[in-house]
């Protein structure tokens, strides 16, 4: 049986956290190195249903995508609602782990796992890391579809590609104009608008677009753009992280067992249509 140390430290060959933003705050959150791991469940957000969902499979190890303290705090305190995720965690023997920014730049990462989802196929990085000599990482992808389809038949195969939110899938331009040539970006995207201009794709497939960035975008180029939910569009990198850590796992002997949560994170959890035309 593999220690936690152990685990971390292929976790960290897949997605090490030198590739992470300066901002980020990715690693180990909690857990005794010298642990056993047998169970490791991925998920996108360190959230109570997550660690409730932990500790009824038994796992005795999360990895998510989002960071429980991003911003860093002073308490513990299981009068918050970190620091009860922090209590249940160590109260049950379940380590946290979290890669981020990190998993965005990896080849594979998040936007390889959101681009599989949406049926295409990658040809390269939107935003290269400049320290890959093979020009595979970096931030966002772009990726071409086998045939071109009408943007109201590309919004549709994302939304049927990604797991169900209430929010679902918006897009902007003309419903009819053709797609092939896409550019994606798992989560928040619209600090790579511009790229996406300059890599004159078709399309351009992300998360949490606001109005401003969207309408200016527009404007400047016909590039259309698919807003999906933040969580929807990084839940598909979770298949493929736990794939990642099984092949290595399996290599080594280890008998890992990895579990992928379906339960559904996005803060919206309804949507009403609006039938009122001004």
């Not at 390889?112 to 290269?128: I, M, S």
């Not at 020009?135 to 772009?142: A, E, L, M, Q, W």
């Not at 511009?194 to 309408?215: F, K, Q």
Request: aromatic share 6%; hydrophobic share 45%.
């Amino acid at each position: 049986m593999p220690k936690l140390s152990d685990v971390i430290a292929v976790l960290e060959e897949v997605y090490p956290p030198r590739w992470a933003e300066s901002w980020d705050a990715v690693g180990l959150v909690c857990g005794d190195p010298e642990a056993e791991v047998r169970r490791v469940l991925f998920a996108v957000d360190p959230v109570r249903a997550v660690v409730d969902e932990a500790v009824e499979w038994g796992a005795d190890l999360l990895v998510t995508h989002h960071p429980l303290y991003l911003r860093g705090t002073t308490t513990v305190a299981a009068t918050g609602s970190k620091g009860r995720v922090v209590h249940t965690l160590i109260k049950h023997d379940i380590a946290l782990h979290v890669a981020h920014t990190n998993a965005d730049h990896a080849d594979p990462g998040v936007s390889d796992a959101l681009a599989e989802a949406v049926g295409l196929k990658v040809t390269g990085p939107l935003v290269a890391d400049p320290t890959d000599p093979a020009g595979r990482r970096g931030s966002g992808r772009i990726g071409e579809l086998p045939e071109p389809m009408t943007l109201a038949a590309f919004a549709a195969q994302v939304a049927a590609g990604l797991p169900a939110t209430a929010a679902g899938v918006r897009a902007a331009g003309d419903p009819e104009r053709p797609v092939r040539r896409v550019a994606v970006c798992g989560g928040s995207g619209d600090s790579f608008l511009a790229e996406a201009r300059a890599a004159g794709v078709d399309a351009y497939v992300t998360a949490d677009l606001r109005h401003h960035p969207a309408s200016e975008a527009t404007e400047a180029a016909p590039v259309a753009l698919v807003d999906a939910a933040h969580w929807a569009t990084e839940w598909p990198w979770l298949t493929l992280a736990a794939r990642e850590l099984t092949g290595r796992a399996d290599s080594r002997g280890w008998p890992l067992e990895t579990r992928v949560s379906t339960r559904v994170t996005d803060p919206w959890t309804a949507h009403a249509p609006m039938p009122y035309a001004p």
